[in-house]
């Protein structure tokens, strides 16, 4: 597609239900990530996928949190018995392949996950 | 961990006025990227700086990577209504085997007409 797509663009869940957040990112693109950004928190890595190398989950907060990426290209996040500390905006992004340094990120616009 | 702090976390200005936003760090990046993200969309890139003591334009816009590489600025000349956003610089630490971005909280401008 022209642009990274996620969805849903808005997500409301009861505490301690599952929640699933899909991202489609641009074509060709080899390199995934999901960040999560809190009200003065700034951007917080998540996960990063980079081609058919093991993920980098160095960044997910608790075991509650996991990804996957089917087929190199849509990834899901999925979020077990959600917690009112979870809410925020999640933030997916891809970027060409990374033979030097870091390219530039495209990011979707988000999915605003409020738990209550 | 590597921090980047940005400064100052809310300016408001008229139109007109011409402002600077800075982002630091004790650490050194392999380069150092700017995004602007306006409500309800993710960052949007600005432009991508690699050489230490780097400068880029992009029309009202002037972009300078320090000497060493630990931080940078970013210049609005007669900001626009159109500058409102957030602005966020993010860090590079491939240079270290670490392929995801470092983030600052980012800078919150607003330009009052």
């Known amino acids: 597609g022209a642009g990274v797509s996620q969805s849903p663009s808005n997500k409301v869940t009861e505490k301690g239900k599952d929640v699933e957040l899909r991202c489609d990112p641009i074509s060709g693109h080899t390199a995934l990530y999901w960040y999560r950004q809190s009200l003065g928190q700034g951007l917080e890595f998540l996960i990063y996928f980079q081609g058919n190398s093991a993920p980098d989950k160095s960044g997910l907060p608790s075991d509650r949190f996991s990804a996957e990426r089917t087929g190199g290209s849509v990834s899901t996040l999925t979020i077990q018995r959600t917690q009112q500390e979870d809410s925020a905006v999640y933030l997916c992004?891809?970027?060409?392949?990374?033979?030097?340094?870091?390219?530039?990120?495209?990011f979707g616009s988000g999915t605003r996950l409020t738990v209550v | 961990t590597q921090l980047l702090e940005q400064s100052p976390q809310f300016l408001s200005i008229q139109e007109g006025e011409n402002l600077t936003v800075y982002c630091n760090s004790s650490s050194v990046f392999s380069s150092l990227q700017w995004y602007r993200q306006e409500p309800g969309e993710g960052p949007v890139l600005l432009v991508t700086v690699v050489t230490g003591g780097e400068v880029k334009k992009l029309k009202r816009l002037t972009f300078q990577f320090g000497d060493a590489r630990k931080d940078s600025s970013l210049h609005i000349t007669a900001a626009q209504t159109g500058d409102t956003g957030l602005y966020l610089c993010?860090?590079?630490?491939?240079?270290?085997?670490?392929?995801?971005?470092?983030f600052g909280k980012g800078t919150k401008l607003s330009v009052i007409p």
């Open positions: 993010a860090g590079d630490n491939s240079g270290a085997g670490s392929y995801q971005l470092t």
């Open positions: 992004a891809s970027s060409p392949v990374l033979a030097e340094g870091v390219y530039g990120y495209t």
